[in-house]
């Protein structure tokens, strides 16, 4: 190592003493430091957009102009020796790559537990979201105020009351914390200009595991299907794009909070899913019955369509499994597996099916 890059590390421990004393001041816990010997960010895949004409500089019109957009922004961190696969994160509705660092509550989050563990971290910020908002698609985005929906949908209980059991932090700040993370699309929301590039991302730093969360687990099924060199995929929570071989798509399925569809691919596309294991986690406080209750039902219908899914995949010859926490003893998990309390749980069961896979 150069003595530039030795004062870099060195900074970097420092900065991350600093930060984590911050942090966990709450709970008077400390953790080591962490040395990351390479991190920066990038713009990856995307299109370019041009009108007709010719640019005048004194005049400045749309006329010969162009839009860079629908690319995704990575950060990355390289901690010293790490394991031959790095880690993407991508982030699901309404969130952006703060969903996997710190924790609403000020702990660590996804990004420094993996690293920890030794694994470089690659966390997007999907096309058309955050600091990848320049969207070559018009969309109007207004004020609505939604935080008590939010605080339904995702489980932490049912406003203005948590659940007994929830694995989130009852300081109102850290439910702030949590409110202002959500972010809005600048453009339509499109699966396929996702997985575009994301699959420009695995291009570029080659075989990794991919993790997705919620919303993103549609443009993650697609990704593995684009680019051979996603090694394994980790869902938390998938809700949406369950994707299905033509012929074969189960029936929709009606909920309180709307009907879930399942989407249709070719039996090639759909077959290359089997090639990789895939491992799907859903938390807590929702029922496996029909019910009224909004926010519980939502999650109903989606871990029904989940397990047809896997077994869809598995009965082509696939590797997938699904884990309902509760089943394996794991209580109280909101949509948030990555952030919650008991994170560093959920953390070490993602280990154990990396281990397994034989990919760490």
Do not use: C
Request: hydrophobic content about 40%; aromatic content about 10%; proline content about 8%.
């Amino acid at each position: 190592m150069t003595s530039l890059m030795k004062t870099f590390a060195l900074a970097l421990m420092f900065s991350t003493q600093l930060a984590a004393g911050s942090a966990f001041a709450q709970t008077g816990s400390k953790p080591e430091p962490l040395v990351i010997a390479e991190q920066g960010s990038f713009a990856v895949g995307g299109s370019v957009t041009s009108t007709p004409g010719a640019y005048n500089n004194n005049a400045p019109s749309d006329e010969g102009q162009s839009l860079h957009g629908d690319h995704a922004y990575v950060f990355y961190q390289v901690p010293e020796k790490p394991k031959p696969l790095p880690i993407v994160m991508l982030h699901g509705a309404y969130q952006s790559a703060r969903s996997w660092e710190t924790t609403p509550d000020g702990r660590e989050g996804f990004q420094n537990i993996f690293l920890r563990k030794g694994y470089s971290t690659y966390l997007v910020d999907q096309p058309r979201r955050g600091r990848a908002g320049n969207s070559p698609v018009a969309m109007t985005i207004e004020p609505t105020p939604y935080d008590q929906l939010f605080f339904d949908q995702f489980r932490i209980g049912k406003w203005p009351d948590y659940f007994d059991n929830v694995q989130f932090d009852r300081d109102p700040e850290a439910l702030d914390q949590f409110l202002r993370s959500v972010t809005p699309n600048t453009g339509p929301f499109d699966a396929n200009v996702i997985a575009s590039s994301m699959s420009a991302l695995f291009d570029r730093i080659g075989d990794a595991i991919l993790f997705t969360h919620s919303q993103a687990g549609g443009p993650g099924w697609l990704t593995a299907i684009e680019n051979p060199k996603v090694k394994a995929i980790v869902a938390f929570e998938p809700g949406s794009g369950f994707l299905f071989p033509e012929g074969e798509l189960p029936e929709a399925m009606p909920s309180a909070a709307g009907t879930l569809k399942p989407d249709a691919v070719s039996v090639a596309d759909f077959e290359k899913l089997t090639r990789i294991p895939i491992v799907i986690y859903y938390g807590d406080n929702f029922p496996v019955e029909p019910t009224r209750e909004r926010g519980q039902d939502n999650w109903r219908v989606r871990l029904a369509m989940a397990k047809l899914w896997v077994a869809a995949v598995n009965k082509h010859g696939g590797d997938a499994r699904l884990v309902h926490l509760p089943e394996i003893g794991i209580k109280g998990n909101t949509h948030f597996l990555m952030s919650d309390l008991n994170n560093a749980e959920i953390a070490d069961q993602v280990v154990k099916f990396l281990a397994e896979k034989k990919l760490d």
